[in-house]
């Protein structure tokens, strides 16, 4: 029996058989579909524990949110990567197309490692899609911000190659950015932005967020170059704004692709950042990269 609440209905779930559902996967499908809203969400709480699912939520299951026990509590772990068969797009843990989509207090893990090249945590192609206090852990392409509009706030996102990537219009607030440990011979890109047309509204804003190494990598005694972004596709766009800037950044701030692809055409730009490496000095001369003002870096605040 669903309880009632001013969200709408709440389900729970728990391994120990107190809740509702012993699966996540369960209690999306009973979930109702094609809801407009009026009636609040339907509440997913997942009680703490360790989850080992492989989540889509599709289109149909419209606000919908879930709620977990926190950071490292409530914990939804994967290990699907490119090197063991799937798809970049299909490795994901936890894959979101579901319109309002709303995650609170949970961790999302892919676990295949560094060795396994692309494996996601998180893919979200929900438009207006808002993670809270969310954890997003894994190597090369951890959280795909695939399209649409999203928005992340007070979470932390841990990766090593392009571990931010994808093509939605996206802000990242208050948020905690971790480089970690990759593979020998590979550098660390924190964003791979992928838009491909110059009128596509979309792009990576990182706004009041900390970038600072992962336990792994800071303890290394490794020197790993890390760059704040590289474009994946001809019109990339990212923007950082307010946020700390740690001394494992490259001097330059950004790296190549291949060659001089995009260069002319992406747009990188900084504003008011700090920290060791906030240092604007050294940084690439790309047609595309800008030290903007405060007026230009209003537009990027908000999708």
């Not at 060795?115 to 207006?128: E, N």
Request: with cysteine; aromatic share 12%; charged share 15%.
């Amino acid at each position: 029996m669903l309880i009632k609440s001013r969200v709408g209905s709440i389900a729970t779930v728990s391994q120990d058989g107190s809740g509702n559902f012993s699966t996540i996967t369960d209690a999306i499908n009973a979930a109702p579909n094609n809801t407009n809203g009026i009636n609040g969400y339907f509440l997913i709480y997942v009680t703490a524990g360790v989850y080992e699912e492989y989540i889509s939520i599709a289109k149909n299951k419209k606000y919908l949110m879930m709620m977990g026990d926190g950071i490292n509590q409530t914990i939804i772990t994967g290990n699907r990567s490119v090197v063991d068969g799937w798809t970049t797009f299909n490795s994901a843990t936890f894959a979101v197309v579901s319109p309002n989509f709303v995650m609170v207090d949970i961790t999302i893990r892919n676990t295949a490692g560094a060795i396994k090249h692309q494996a996601v945590a998180l893919r979200s192609g929900a438009d207006l899609s808002t993670f809270y206090r969310c954890s997003f852990e894994a190597y090369q392409d951890t959280l795909y911000t695939h399209s649409l509009r999203q928005f992340y706030s007070g979470c932390d996102i841990y990766g090593t190659v392009d571990f931010i990537f994808g093509n939605a219009a996206v802000v990242l607030q208050n948020c905690n950015l971790y480089p970690r440990l990759p593979m020998s011979g590979q550098f660390n890109a924190i964003t791979a932005q992928g838009r491909t047309d110059p009128n596509q509204n979309t792009g990576t804003s990182i706004h009041n967020c900390t970038i600072k190494a992962a336990d792994d990598l800071a303890s290394s005694n490794l020197t790993v170059q890390t760059y704040l972004g590289r474009p994946w596709k001809e019109y990339s766009r990212t923007v950082y704004m307010q946020s700390s800037m740690d001394s494992l950044i490259n001097p330059a701030g950004w790296q190549l692709w291949s060659g001089d692809f995009a260069l002319s055409t992406l747009y990188y730009a900084e504003y008011n950042n700090t920290g060791p490496r906030s240092d604007t000095t050294n940084r690439v001369t790309w047609p595309g990269y800008h030290v903007i003002s405060a007026t230009d870096a209003f537009q990027f605040h908000s999708v």
